[in-house]
């Protein structure tokens, strides 16, 4: 994982900018630099995210950090690693973009970007695998909400009429390939749920032991949400 962690900031840089919501535009390879540096002092991003210290700082000295190592011990599991909190990291900012593109195929004008010469598309697989290797270990941590209600707001997206109506199969609903960030908070959801654009959808999950997932909220640049 490190070499080929090491290796993203090269892919990323030929992405150049994209433009992605209410950050204007991202540079991936900065996006990298953003979670790895560890020569920079402490700052706050604009749009609340926030930089706690160098990674180092963040990694070795975060009290939160060491609490979840603390407790993956205890239960005879293993700690999470610099990859795994560096690729986690990267998935709370603008790089989930590219990762659920890849995952899911579409759209396109991503995809098509994370080409090589040669056509195949570089689906950063061990970005992706240690992301899910940090959820998993996360997962045995996480405690199901009271409610066992977890939510997603879709950004305005239209679903299609399959997920409405039941097939001949007696089927309805759909199947997400990607990365799924879900919240307790209902009134986060509902802020990315499309509201303001008229055609807001919220997911409302229930969720149980096997499905849990992992809650990265400490691990995250975006802390208030």
């Given at each position: 994982?490190?070499?080929?962690?090491?290796?993203?900031?090269?892919?990323?840089?030929?992405?150049?900018a994209?433009a992605?919501?209410?950050?204007?535009?991202?540079?991936?390879?900065k996006?990298?630099?953003?979670?790895t540096?560890?020569n920079?002092a402490?700052k706050?991003?604009k749009?609340?995210?926030?930089?706690?210290?160098?990674?180092?700082?963040?990694?070795?000295?975060?009290?939160?950090?060491?609490a979840?190592?603390e407790?993956l011990?205890?239960?005879g599991?293993?700690?999470?690693?610099?990859?795994?909190?560096?690729?986690l990291?990267?998935?709370?900012?603008?790089?989930?973009v590219?990762y659920?593109?890849v995952?899911?195929?579409?759209?396109v004008?991503?995809?098509?970007?994370?080409?090589?010469?040669?056509?195949?598309?570089?689906?950063?697989?061990t970005?992706i695998?240690v992301i899910?290797?940090?959820?998993?270990?996360l997962?045995?941590?996480?405690?199901?909400p009271?409610?066992?209600?977890l939510?997603r707001?879709?950004g305005?997206?239209?679903l299609p009429?399959?997920?409405w109506k039941?097939?001949?199969?007696?089927?309805k609903?759909?199947?997400?390939?990607?990365l799924m960030?879900?919240?307790t908070?209902?009134?986060?959801?509902?802020?990315?749920?499309?509201?303001?654009?008229?055609?807001?959808n919220l997911l409302?999950i229930q969720?149980?032991?096997?499905d849990?997932?992992a809650s990265i909220?400490?691990?995250s640049?975006?802390p208030?949400?």
């Amino acid at each position: 994982p490190s070499s080929d962690m090491k290796s993203e900031p090269k892919v990323h840089d030929k992405l150049g900018a994209f433009a992605l919501g209410k950050i204007d535009l991202a540079i991936a390879v900065k996006e990298y630099e953003y979670c790895t540096l560890v020569n920079e002092a402490t700052k706050q991003h604009k749009q609340g995210r926030t930089r706690q210290g160098t990674f180092d700082e963040f990694f070795v000295s975060n009290p939160k950090i060491s609490a979840a190592q603390e407790r993956l011990v205890k239960k005879g599991l293993a700690k999470l690693i610099k990859e795994e909190v560096i690729a986690l990291r990267l998935y709370t900012g603008p790089q989930f973009v590219l990762y659920n593109a890849v995952l899911r195929g579409f759209p396109v004008s991503i995809t098509d970007l994370l080409r090589e010469e040669n056509g195949e598309l570089n689906r950063f697989e061990t970005t992706i695998f240690v992301i899910c290797s940090g959820i998993s270990k996360l997962s045995r941590l996480t405690d199901i909400p009271p409610n066992r209600l977890l939510y997603r707001g879709l950004g305005g997206m239209l679903l299609p009429d399959e997920f409405w109506k039941e097939s001949a199969e007696g089927f309805k609903g759909g199947v997400e390939y990607g990365l799924m960030s879900t919240t307790t908070k209902r009134s986060v959801a509902v802020e990315y749920s499309g509201m303001k654009h008229k055609r807001g959808n919220l997911l409302e999950i229930q969720a149980g032991r096997i499905d849990i997932g992992a809650s990265i909220s400490f691990l995250s640049q975006y802390p208030g949400e």
